[in-house]
Nanobody, 117 residues
Framework: QVQLVETGGGLVQAGGSLRLSCKLS????????MGWYGQAPGKQRELVAR???????NYIDSVKGRFTISRDNIKNTMYLQMNSLKPEDTAVYYCNARWGVGYVNVWGQGTQVTVSS
């Protein structure tokens, strides 16, 4: 199994920055890809950014140039650096990992990001 624990959410003014962290434990070597998902009030959870085992990344259009996903294999931690935040970025952000042959989904507990105007 894989376990994920997120930290780093909070309240920030528009234009500010936050860094989310996702600490990994368990069968880390079997993780195929990881990502950050956001769920705004009343909306479905959606993929914000993803990073593969090989380090390839992709982002939804609305965060390109502002958010950066990265992974530190020494610290077993994944990050989401969020810059130039906008009120529409307000959401609960979830860390996700897909591991094993079956690409099993594992989720963190979520962390609230609130951007005030």
């Amino acid at each position: 199994q894989v376990q994920l624990v997120e930290t780093g959410g909070g309240l920030v003014q528009a234009g500010g920055s936050l860094r989310l962290s996702c600490k990994l434990s368990g069968r880390i070597s079997e993780i195929n890809e990881m990502g950050w998902y956001g769920q705004a009030p009343g909306k479905q959870r959606e993929l914000v950014a993803r990073i593969t085992r090989g380090g390839n990344t992709n982002y939804i259009d609305s965060v390109k140039g502002r958010f950066t996903i990265s992974r530190d294999n020494i610290k077993n931690t994944m990050y989401l650096q969020m810059n130039s935040l906008k009120p529409e970025d307000t959401a609960v952000y979830y860390c996700n990992a897909r591991w094993g042959v079956g690409y099993v989904n594992v989720w963190g507990q979520g962390t609230q990001v609130t951007v005030s105007s």
